[in-house]
């Protein structure tokens, strides 16, 4: 009892870590953006922004998040039938989540929501939100690679190629793995972590068997296709909204600038931030535009719109479906009781 209580005290001391750097780099990301900004200026560009342009971005914004439902929806179909109106509800909850709370917790609280609305194993469900995120890297990694080979970008080119061969090398070695190594998996790892955890090895091992089969619709050909199509088509939409910000604004960049937004954003993600990626994701959209020469008041106006169009857009519509469902914050303490009130799917 004393060594467990003692890890979770680890565990939670690096979370308040995290989250500390997190505000701390935030924090810097801003007050480097803040430095030789003329503000006035910065407001006279953002309200001269195209008002078609701004539309369609917002419209495509809206697209992105019903095609990420389905998407999800069919990382779901081998274990259980889901409505995709249903999915959408709760990946848009987990996105405002991770928009207003610390730790990404808003991919623990689309688990757990879908776990107790369908009575799916929580476990189960993360996995599928793992693989979702598998995926995502290999077609942004893969849209920067297409771009990096038809632009003077070479020193980039070559990391993003080496960085990005790995990834997919490890990726599908998994899957291959635990297509053909199943059974045998299972086994070596009852062996291992029963003996090492001892009381809680079988829950362990449950654990990381839901993981991998989280990667099960790659033994069928059909989901794999679909899947690999609604990926595709998910970032080509979010390329495309960047894009008519990029038109909005009369930017003078290649038209390749979008998808390395996108990209470098996306993978800047991983950097501790405060929750909705404040500053950082500013910080790195500003740095992206200066690198094709565009001004650094006009680049920033560009980065605060962008973010305030998929931030307030995932805001208003997770605490409009959270109503819907009837869920309250209460019940998302430790994400270790949530509470639906009954109702047909």
Wanted: aromatic share 14%; charged share 15%; proline share 2%.
């Amino acid at each position: 009892m004393i060594i467990h209580k003692e890890v979770s005290i680890k565990a939670n001391m690096r979370k308040h870590y995290t989250f500390v750097a997190g505000l701390m780099i935030s924090f810097l990301c801003i007050y480097w953006l803040s430095n030789k900004i003329n503000h006035g200026k910065i407001v006279d560009i953002v309200t001269s922004i195209d008002t078609i342009c701004l539309f369609w971005a917002v419209v495509l914004q809206l697209i992105s998040f019903g095609v990420k439902g389905i998407r999800w929806g069919i990382l779901l179909m081998p274990f259980k039938g889901c409505r995709t109106m249903l999915v959408t509800k709760i990946a848009l909850i987990g996105l405002m989540l991770n928009n207003i709370l610390p730790g990404k917790i808003g991919e623990l609280g689309r688990a757990y929501l879908l776990g107790n609305r369908k009575d799916i194993r929580k476990s189960l469900v993360l996995s599928t939100i793992i693989t979702e995120r598998s995926v995502d890297v290999l077609v942004v990694l893969f849209m920067l690679i297409v771009v990096s080979l038809v632009t003077p970008l070479s020193h980039l080119a070559q990391r993003i190629i080496m960085y990005s061969s790995f990834a997919v090398f490890g990726f599908f070695s998994l899957l291959l793995l635990v297509k053909a190594k199943r059974a045998k998996l299972g086994f070596l790892l009852e062996a291992a972590f029963q003996r090492r955890f001892k009381r809680r090895g079988e829950a362990f091992i449950e654990i990381i068997k839901n993981l991998f089969l989280g990667f099960q619709w790659s033994t069928y050909k059909a989901l794999a296709l679909r899947l690999s199509f609604f990926s595709i088509l998910y970032w080509g939409i979010i390329c495309l909204s960047t894009q008519f910000i990029v038109w909005g604004f009369h930017l003078p960049v290649p038209y390749y600038v979008s998808i390395v937004i996108v990209g470098i954003t996306s993978f800047g993600m991983i950097i501790p931030s405060s929750p909705g990626y404040l500053g950082t994701y500013h910080f790195l959209v500003v740095n992206t535009l200066l690198f094709f020469n565009v001004d650094k008041n006009t680049a920033l106006s560009f980065a605060i719109l962008a973010h305030s169009i998929w931030y307030s857009l995932e805001i208003f519509l997770g605490l409009t479906f959270m109503w819907q469902e009837n869920l309250s914050f209460e019940v998302l303490k430790d994400l270790k009781v949530i509470e639906w009130r009954k109702k047909k799917v």
